[in-house]
């Protein structure tokens, strides 16, 4: 070969060699213009992963869901969007949906499902609730569910069907601080955490548990202008770590530091005496109450020092009206969470922290509209769980999950024999699994409306697969609180599978039962309804816009504190001493009770929540999943070194109804006189990926509740543990 | 006005940050990063004795470093860094030798069984040239990332850096990582 | 780093691309020392370097290839040279290297050897059967640095890495050249070895001095190494601790240095020892002793590359 050749050869190779590496450079861009003109929608809708409802765009590109972004229009949720929020793709493409109405094929809990036609499974389903209505009344007929924008159509079935036994999840989360503050005030208000100055928080795991428009306004406050933040945990969670001042507090002892609190504040003269004297009634008798209760003698109870106490008591006044002692969500705590929340509000109220920027605000109202149905006969029978006898003052429509439990095991004052289910896992959100098993086996018919096979669903007769929130379109709501939002829900695609909305499933049952005339529209005439009234051109539209309407002047401070305005309470006032609360026979002031502490080689259990496992609603996502695919007991060093357990064993909780195996984590971030589980674990339904891992609290828990609300107790339970 | 040549960094306020995984959840959806690997992730420092105890968070991703040692180590040049200073990797060119991925000092790049390819953060290039932020930067609750033009005079996050202190990671190892961490 | 990226078989690339590297280099130091064919040891430990010399960078070259997250891709890597990219200058010195071997062996091979190789072809290939042979030196001259280049530039696609202080030392280059010239050197003298009737104790003199030469030039870069990496910045200081106690202690000090360097040295320097002290030069080389003594040298070499590869990616910067 010549020369010449050889540079032709060469030349021409590297020439050949540019094209084809230039080619290959462009090609990725050419790629992803491609996509872009393809078809590519932003379409505005309301996230469902928690009770928050942030608003979401959902970007939808060749009719996949591709991501889901926050949306900055909203005031509330201010342009975030967490990882369960994130995280709801996978569960609209989840393998491990239900894809089909099923109904049992084997034993209850034996997982042997056939599928069924919609019809099938109606007309099933109609026949065993006509039968235990026949035999038992309609009163034989449970109807529980977790809060949703369409368990309004689920709940008026069970009321229309005639049966008073709704019960709802509140009693098992938040009732007796709702029913504290109530009872105080006359409303639960929020509270205003962004321009708060001094923030007292007892558990109310913000920053950890649960991520929500507070959790920002928290991070906001403390980091960028300069807030306090006391916290009082019996735990070292995140959000102890970013606390300016946190107490490993001895469990159950709240209610003496705000004991405490008030006697140093009134004591001292600190509360805002204008602001009593103008909107409170009882003061006197709660200056008298509180006279004993000595930061020194609450030392004792609490562990915390007394020099603390009175030193936070001080600077909350001098902080006051932008003082709060954050009220929190889950408050199924002790067997006296109720009266503990109480003394929370009346703190609250002497520092004049009501209706103030940086304080508590009653939340702002929008008027929606209604659609007008046809309206049935009230419910004869009383309720199973005997609330007017057993609560009288919680709030009745949600009823007390326990005692409804204890009474149906029971048959008092009736048998219930048939029970529908609608988004919500009782198997493991009550306390004593056990007991939950045997009320489930001694119904003759259990149906559940979900989107995946939870362990209730896993133990039930027929299972109506409901389409995810990303399919389809709900009510309108209005999330109330310092920025009233209208939020809309639009289905960003169509259903994937054979599965359909609460209400379709409702009208498919209410037609068999013979009552569909109380179901008589589309979910399209029941929106439009709703949102005539608002002061928009055309509102729909607008909605499906910007997936959300945001009333303007908020947030209002100052409403009522006018001479006119009548607090929702028996004198018309802020409720300092609650004559309500002593007609029913119960402390009108706070009254502590010591907890009692675990014998000698017990521990109690405690509860805690992880903001992206939180809830039956995304513990079965893998996304979420991968954070943390198993829950541990966590031991103190001094535990672990007094039962032999180092990290990474295999040990046995016991408690009185269960005993339940899991690996320890041995760590300095909890109290030496606890164990902490996270819950949501040890699930038994084989069509959830973390089946099997970890274990359920639900197995270990004993019953308790609220002596006044009802609402579930679930720190009460004293565990013993062992290595095996 | 003068024009400059825009550098793309990112500010981090790990004060704020509460390991809640937001970003690593939107930056799976996002970039479609398969379970098993992702492109940011979450340092975690807990120490201390019950009850003085510390937990502190600090997220991660790549740092789009000023001398990149992935983009110099390339055989193909498939790592690139585009003038913003967003680094980068072309698939197409990429062999998957994986000597980039060795060349990081932040283990930031990791390789794809299933294309046989190496991938990392790029800032949601596709994103930002649309004028949006990073999917990260964009879902944090706390608001922890500040995504910016370092050479903007009058943006976010040169107010930052001219007002606050703050460190880089590992800068020992020479490459001029471009996230700021305030302290 | 949370897992090895590069394992065996990028260990093995390294140890049979040095081998090449190394016997390639042998055999052309012999060509060229040579004068006008009166040292027949010479033209022996010559054309058995040549002839080894393609085999190990070929078969290695293919296991880098297939070590690639896409392998049929691997042309890419020569539709690109990048100076600052030790693996990009590396594709090309081995290709180019392969090749100068190819034609070297070629070179080496006698006129009966090139019959019989071409007989299996087509005819109309018969034009290409050419003879080099007497370009040897020439192309023993332009391989000379392309070895070089090979076995150094795989210490330098480690060196130059700034992320991994185990590797990212100038020292790393000379070490794994001398241990890739002195596996050359070693894989002769095992050839020579197996074949008792060529057996001639020059050519084992020329290689057992050659590889002592190659041996203490390696052992006195290691020491260095050490040395001035513990009196070097935390982060070299805690990668060295992987061989001064860590998982990687027993292997270095006792496999690769004592078995592997320091033992073959003194073997080699004992068995050379009364050649260089008599002047008469007849000294008997045991090739039983040489056979074991170059399998030590060569697992030494494959030790090297295996505990480099490995405990440098287990260090960083923390």
């Known amino acids: ?724 | 006005m003068a024009v400059h040549q825009k550098r793309y960094v990112l500010v981090i306020d790990s004060r704020k940050c509460i390991d809640c995984k937001a970003c690593v959840v939107a930056c799976r959806a996002e970039n479609s990063v398969p379970l098993g690997e992702s492109r940011n992730w979450i340092n975690e420092e807990r120490r201390g004795e019950w009850p003085k105890l510390l937990a502190a968070f600090e997220p991660e991703q790549c740092h789009h470093c000023e001398s990149p040692a992935c983009v110099r180590v390339c055989p193909t040049g498939a790592s690139y860094q585009r003038p913003d200073g967003i680094v980068a990797v072309n698939e197409a060119e990429c062999v998957g030798c994986r000597y980039c991925i060795i060349a990081c000092p932040f283990d930031a790049r990791f390789f794809r069984e299933d294309k046989g390819v190496v991938e990392k953060c790029d800032f949601c290039a596709h994103r930002v040239d649309c004028g949006e932020l990073p999917a990260c930067v964009e879902t944090c609750p706390s608001k922890v990332r500040v995504f910016g033009d370092i050479n903007d005079p009058s943006g976010k996050v040169r107010e930052l850096l001219e007002k606050r202190r703050y460190r880089t990671r590992k800068p020992e190892a020479g490459t001029g990582p471009q996230i700021y961490y305030l302290l | 780093m949370k897992h090895p990226e590069w394992g065996y078989l990028i260990i093995v690339y390294l140890f049979l691309g040095g081998l090449s590297a190394g016997a390639f280099f042998v055999s052309a130091l012999a060509t060229l020392l040579q004068r006008n064919g009166d040292t027949p040891a010479y033209t022996r430990v010559a054309r058995l370097g040549a002839m080894l010399a393609p085999w190990p960078v070929i078969i290695g070259s293919t296991l880098l290839i297939f070590d690639l997250g896409r392998w049929y891709h691997f042309w890419k890597l020569f539709m690109h040279f990048r100076w600052t990219s030790p693996m990009s200058i590396g594709s090309w010195l081995l290709i180019a290297f392969t090749l100068i071997t190819l034609a070297y062996l070629w070179a080496w091979l006698s006129a009966e050897e090139r019959e019989k190789a071409f007989f299996r072809l087509p005819r109309y290939l018969a034009s290409l059967n050419r003879d080099f042979s007497a370009h040897r030196r020439q192309i023993a001259l332009l391989g000379m640095p392309v070895s070089i280049g090979v076995g150094i530039y795989t210490g330098v696609l480690l060196g130059a890495v700034q992320s991994r202080p185990f590797w990212n030392t100038n020292l790393v280059a000379q070490m794994f050249l001398f241990s890739a010239l002195s596996s050359g050197c070693a894989a002769v003298t095992l050839l020579l070895a197996f074949r008792r009737k060529d057996y001639d104790a020059c050519s084992f003199q020329l290689l057992y001095t050659l590889d002592i030469c190659l041996l203490a030039l390696e052992f006195f870069i290691v020491v260095p190494y050490i040395v001035h990496g513990e009196l070097s910045v935390q982060a070299v200081k805690d990668s060295l601790a992987l061989i001064l106690g860590g998982p990687f202690t027993v292997i270095f000090w006792l496999f690769f240095l004592g078995l592997g360097l320091l033992l073959p040295l003194v073997i080699e320097a004992f068995e050379t020892l009364p050649a260089w002290m008599s002047q008469a030069g007849a000294v008997h080389y045991r090739t039983s002793v040489a056979a074991v003594t170059a399998l030590l040298v060569l697992a030494g070499g494959f030790l090297l590359r295996y505990i480099f590869v490995f405990a440098g990616q287990m260090s960083a910067f923390r």
């Open chain 1, 1 to 724: 070969m010549d020369r010449r050749k050889f540079l032709k050869w060469t030349a021409g190779g590297a020439a050949g060699a540019a094209v084809v590496t230039s080619a290959a450079h462009f090609a990725p861009l050419l790629h992803k213009e491609k996509v872009a003109a393809a078809s590519r929608l932003e379409i505005p809708t309301t996230c469902e992963m928690c009770v928050n409802k942030c608003s979401v765009v959902a970007v939808v590109e060749n009719g996949i869901i591709r991501k889901l972004n926050p949306n900055p229009e909203s005031p509330r949720s201010r342009g975030m969007l967490c990882a369960r929020g994130n995280a709801g793709i996978q569960q609209v493409y989840d393998r491990s949906r239900i894809k089909k109405p099923l109904i049992r094929a084997g034993e209850r809990g034996e997982g042997k499902w056939r599928p069924a036609t919609w019809d099938e499974a109606w007309d099933f389903t109609a026949q065993k609730l006509s039968a235990a209505k026949e035999k038992y009344g309609p009163q034989g007929t449970l109807w529980s569910s977790t809060e949703s924008f369409q368990e309004v159509f689920f709940k008026n079935l069970g009321m229309a069907f005639g049966s008073p036994n709704i019960v709802r999840h509140p009693t098992l989360c938040l009732a007796s601080v709702n029913l504290a503050y109530s009872l105080t005030f006359g409303t639960v208000p929020s509270f205003d955490v962004l321009n708060a100055k001094y923030i007292i928080m007892s558990g109310a795991n913000r920053l950890e548990s649960f991520i929500t428009p507070d959790t920002m306004d928290l991070i906001d406050s403390t980091m960028e202008r300069k807030a306090r933040l006391i916290y009082l945990d019996p735990r070292f969670t995140v959000t102890a770590a970013k606390a300016d001042e946190w107490y490993p507090i001895k469990p159950g002892t709240d209610l003496a530091f705000m004991l405490a609190m008030m006697n140093v504040i009134i004591g001292e003269k600190r509360y805002a005496k204008e602001f009593v004297a103008d909107y409170t009634v009882g003061f006197d008798q709660l200056a008298e109450h509180v006279k004993s209760f000595a930061p020194e003698w609450a030392e004792q109870e609490t562990e915390i020092p007394a020099r603390d106490i009175a030193r936070i008591a001080r600077e909350f006044s001098d902080a006051a009206p932008r003082a709060i002692y954050y009220a929190g969500r889950r408050s199924s705590w002790y067997r006296e969470d109720f009266q503990t929340r109480r003394a929370q509000a009346i703190l609250n109220a002497i520092v004049g922290n009501w209706d103030r920027q940086g304080g508590m605000v009653p939340n702002g109202k929008l008027a929606l509209g209604e659609l007008a149905v046809f309206p049935w006969d009230d419910p004869v029978a009383p309720r199973v769980d005997e609330m007017d006898k057993n609560f009288p003052l919680a709030a009745k429509g949600d009823g007390a999950y326990l005692k409804l439990r204890e009474n149906v095991l029971a048959a008092t004052p009736y048998p219930v024999k048939a029970w529908m289910v609608c988004k919500q896992d009782p198997m493991n959100a009550l306390p004593d699994q056990a007991r939950t098993i045997a009320m489930m086996q001694q119904m003759d018919f259990i149906g559940v409306i979900d989107v995946q096979m939870s362990d209730t669903a896993w133990y039930a007769d027929v299972i109506f697969p409901e389409s995810t929130y990303l399919e389809r379109q709900d009510p309108v709501e209005v999330m109330s609180g310092l920025y009233p939002v209208v939020v809309y829900r639009q289905p960003v695609i169509k259903p994937l599978h054979d599965t359909k909305s609460t209400l379709e499933i409702v009208q498919g049952l209410a037609k068999r039962l013979k009552l569909s005339q109380y179901f008589d529209f589309t979910m399209d005439q029941y929106v439009d309804a709703q949102v005539k009234e608002l002061p928009l051109e055309a509102p729909l539209e607008y909605l499906k816009k910007h997936g959300m309407y945001v009333a303007p002047g908020f947030p209002k401070y100052g409403g009522t504190l006018t001479a006119e305005h009548r607090f929702v309470t028996k004198s018309g006032k802020i409720e300092l001493f609650s004559e309500r609360l002593q007609e029913s026979g119960n402390d009108p002031l706070p009254v502590y009770h010591p907890p009692a502490q675990p014998p000698a080689g017990s521990f109690r259990l405690i509860l805690g929540r992880k903001a992206y496992f939180t809830h039956g609603n995304s513990t079965n996502n893998p996304w979420l999943n991968a954070f943390a695919p198993e829950n541990r007991i966590w031991l103190h060093p001094k535990t672990a070194d007094s039962l032999g357990v180092n990290d990474g064993d295999l040990v046995e909780a016991a408690s009185t109804v269960g005993a339940v195996r899991l690996k320890a984590t041995v760590t300095q971030e909890i109290r030496p006189d606890c164990v902490f589980m996270l819950h949501g674990y040890g699930k038994k339904s084989k069509w959830q990926r973390l089946a099997g891992a970890g274990a359920s609290d639900a197995q270990l828990l004993e019953t308790a509740w609220d002596k006044v609300s009802g609402n579930a107790a679930l720190h009460e339970t004293f565990v013993k543990v062992r290595k095996v």
